[in-house]
Nanobody
Framework: QVQLVESGGGLVQAGGSLRLSCAAS????????MGWFRQAPGKEREFVAA????????NYADSVKGRVTISRDNAKNTVYLQMNSLKPEDTAVYYC??????????????????WGQGTQVTVSS
């Protein structure tokens, strides 16, 4: 069982930056691929970014590509989401998710086994 706890959300002006962190419990963190999703009010949860278990492969949603970087530190059991040039449309609750080795698509919610409780990101115009 893996528990995920996000932090780093907050209120930021458009054009600003935030770095989200997701701390994982357990000794098997390095075997899990990780992802970030977000859910805006009245919308479905959507994929933001994913990183492989080793950190060597990353994928991004088109809406954030070039502005967001996902990374991980397996020694610290933590995955990060660096967000730059934030826009009001980035306002959402951001969720960290983890998955065991799988052929399930990394960009779909059902591809993940574990979820954090979410952290709110609000971008003011």
């Amino acid at each position: 069982q893996v528990q995920l706890v996000e932090s780093g959300g907050g209120l930021v002006q458009a054009g600003g930056s935030l770095r989200l962190s997701c701390a994982a419990s357990g000794r098997t963190f390095s075997t899990y691929a990780m992802g970030w999703f977000r859910q805006a009010p009245g919308k479905e949860r959507e994929f933001v970014a994913a990183v492989s278990s080793s950190g060597s492969n990353t994928n991004y949603a088109d809406s954030v590509k070039g502005r967001v970087t996902i990374s991980r530190d397996n020694a610290k059991n933590t995955v990060y989401l660096q967000m730059n040039s934030l826009k009001p449309e980035d306002t959402a609750v951001y969720y960290c998710a983890g998955r065991r080795a799988s052929l399930r698509p990394y960009y779909r919610e059902e591809g993940y086994d574990y979820w954090g409780q979410g952290t709110q990101v609000t971008v003011s115009s």
